[in-house]
């Protein structure tokens, strides 16, 4: 298992510190700053964060070690592991490296949140939709009922009683701010801060709105379409810019943030973007091969077994697995061949095992083990 090695080129046996720095090294080259729109650089950079994921935990790199990817991903086939789709999600968890370097000011604007500055605004709605497979692996839009602060109808978003209007804050004369100047040995020095009489909005309610209680919003019901690209896991989320909360007084609205989470599938478990199913066959069969009719996301579809096949051998349908997000690229589906022992027994398959038996013979043979 030396992919991860590989990506950060590093040796299996470097230390925290080298993983560190080496991370860093290969992140500032593919850095999407340095690369706009090179789709290549964000490939190595995502996968250099994933690799690094693993590699900077001492427990995940232990189970790496041992077991691979599989060792990382919960024990098989769990998604959700290490997997970085998003970005953000890369700036949120690792930001902080650059920063350990001195770069905190090159990537501080991503990692640190977005509109850090600026007007009082509404708050940002937060939403989790649940989706199937089936729904993930075609794409979906999805029209979700919501409640949420909206301008009021009866004063227009202002929060003055109809026929009245706003004044002028007499505090900070509509400016929103107040100073306030100190002297120091340096010479003078304004104090600037948001007037606390019109909470930075420049002006006040005299006679408010007995629908909004001045405030200007009110919560409604409403409904948003959102449109799911193919191929989202759980953890993914989306940003809607000013679908969230008005604010007060017609400041302006928060964003809406759908959160995605896939629904248990009853029959298919998810890996990244295959997804796997289990097929139980009868013995004959196993031998002498068959044609079976499979499942699959989006209907049904002809698979061969070949004769001959172990039990616990895994058979790919290529292409019927989950698109890779925004990429023109799927997944597969596997399917895991389960040869089945029958546990009742007839007395007609007892007989036809006893011939069997003859003819295959009764001598085991034994091997030494390879994992
Ligand atoms: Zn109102
Ligand atoms: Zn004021």
């Known amino acids: 298992m030396s992919e991860y090695y590989d990506i950060l080129g590093v040796s299996k046996t470097a230390s925290a510190d080298e993983i560190k720095k080496a991370y860093r090294k290969v992140a500032m080259k593919y850095h999407p700053d340095r690369n706009p729109g090179d789709a290549r650089a964000e490939a190595k950079f995502k996968e250099a964060a994933e690799a690094y994921a693993v590699l900077s935990d001492a427990d995940k790199r232990a189970r790496y070690d041992q077991f691979g990817k599989a060792g990382v991903n919960g024990g098989g086939f769990q998604q959700g592991g290490v997997h970085f789709t998003n970005m953000e999600d890369i700036f949120s968890s690792f930001g902080d490296i650059f920063g350990d370097f001195g770069f905190g000011d090159l990537f501080g604007g991503r990692s640190g ?215 023109h690229r799927e997944g597969d589906q596997l399917v895991k061949v389960q040869v089945v022992t029958p546990t009742k027994v007839s007395a007609t398959m007892k007989k036809l095992l006893r011939q069997l038996e003859d003819e295959l013979g009764t001598t085991p043979e034994f091997k030494k083990f390879r994992p």
């Open 113 to 327: 949140g977005r509109r850090r500055s600026g007007q009082r605004r509404g708050t940002d709605q937060k939403i989790t939709i649940r989706l199937t497979l089936e729904e993930i692996q075609k794409g979906v839009t999805k029209t979700i009922k919501l409640k949420r602060l909206e301008p009021c109808d009866a004063c227009h978003g202002s929060g003055a009683k109809a026929g009245s209007q706003p004044t002028i804050c007499p505090t900070c004369h509509g400016t929103g701010e107040v100073r306030q100047v100190q002297r120091s040995l340096l010479g003078q020095i304004v104090n600037i801060q948001p007037c606390y009489q019109c909470r930075g909005l420049g002006k006040v309610i005299s006679d408010p709105c007995r629908t909004c209680g001045g405030e200007g919003v009110v919560r409604k019901s409403g409904s948003v379409d959102i449109e799911i690209p193919p191929g989202v896991s759980t953890g993914n989320y989306m940003t809607k810019q000013g679908q969230g909360n008005h604010g007060p007084k017609g400041a302006p609205p928060g964003d809406l943030i759908i959160y995605f989470e896939e629904k248990e599938h009853p029959l298919f478990i998810r890996d990244g973007n295959d997804v796997i199913l289990q097929v139980d066959i009868q013995y004959p069969q196993a031998v002498l091969g068959t044609t079976l009719e499979v499942q699959t996301l989006s209907g049904k579809v002809k698979l061969k077994i070949p004769p001959g096949i172990r039990s616990g051998q895994v058979l790919r349908l290529r292409g019927k697995g989950l698109p890779e997000l925004n990429r």
